[in-house]
């Protein structure tokens, strides 16, 4: 395959996400306790992390935008509480300094610093992650965000405003990503090849058609490939 240019998942392709976002939901209940005992009191760690997953249900029309959703969320969560002035620029900032508070996975960096030496490169994501936050933006051609598209993976639509940015047909970009239907499915589907990060090493479900054109274990991987082509 002829690869131009890549597109490249960012949380668990690039940095294990969890940790992450425990430790935000962790700093804004601190938040809380301190300056809103209250609104901590009625909704603890797990109490809020149910209160957003309906928000996630009732707000489909939001499901590529994981920002506006939070918003809601803490909205309602004052709300409930009797409280109408939340103070969701606060909350939100609190939030996210912790979000982008992550530990690239050790292969990540030395990658990216190859990959974006070999090909143009954009990042591509439905989540909030912030590269200039987090130190990588430099590393990408391109931010492309759920968000700012209007639709999420795997909606071919993300994809192909990729394709667009990228100037680049789908069937000579390679997307890279952990997740099998988000990444590769989606991506698979719009048009362009896939690279599935498959860390752990698990066999590609049957159910989801056709295998990835590439099942690697890291980025390094990914760059040793791209080396070979360049030879060949």
């Known amino acids: ?8 998942d960012l949380d668990d392709t ?24 209250q609104v901590a009191k009625t909704w603890p760690i797990p109490a809020m ?19 506006a959703q939070r918003y809601i969320t803490m909205q309602r969560a004052f709300d409930a509480c009797g409280i109408a002035e939340a103070p969701l620029d ?22 990216l610093e190859r990959l974006r030496s070999m090909r143009p490169v954009a990042s591509l994501t439905n989540g909030n992650a912030d590269l200039e936050r987090i130190g990588l933006d430099h590393h990408f051609a391109y931010h492309i965000a759920a968000r700012d598209i209007g639709a999420a993976k795997p909606d071919a639509r993300i994809f192909h405003a990729a394709s667009t940015l990228l100037n680049v047909a789908p069937e000579h970009i390679l997307h890279v990503g952990d997740d099998p239907e988000l990444d590769v ?7 362009l090849r896939t ?3 498959n860390r752990a090493g698990h066999p590609w ?7 990835p ?20």
């Open 213 to 232: 054109d590439l099942d690697l274990r890291d980025l390094a991987s990914l760059a040793e490939w791209l080396d070979q082509q360049g030879a060949a």
């Open 14 to 37: 690039l940095w294990p996400v969890m940790p992450a976002l425990e430790k935000a939901d962790r700093d804004l209940d601190n938040y809380l306790r301190e300056h809103y005992p």
């Open 205 to 211: 479900p049957g159910t989801l058609g056709p295998a």
């Open 90 to 111: 606060a909350l939100w900032e609190i939030y996210a300094s912790a979000r982008n508070s992550v530990e690239l996975y050790p292969d990540a960096l030395p990658a």
């Open 49 to 67: 992390r149910a209160l957003r997953a309906r928000v996630a249900a009732e707000r489909v029309d939001l499901a590529h935008d994981f920002t």
């Open 195 to 197: 690279a599935w990060i």
């Open 1 to 8: 395959m002829r690869i131009l240019a890549l597109t490249i």
């Open 185 to 191: 499915v989606g991506a698979r589907d719009a048009g």
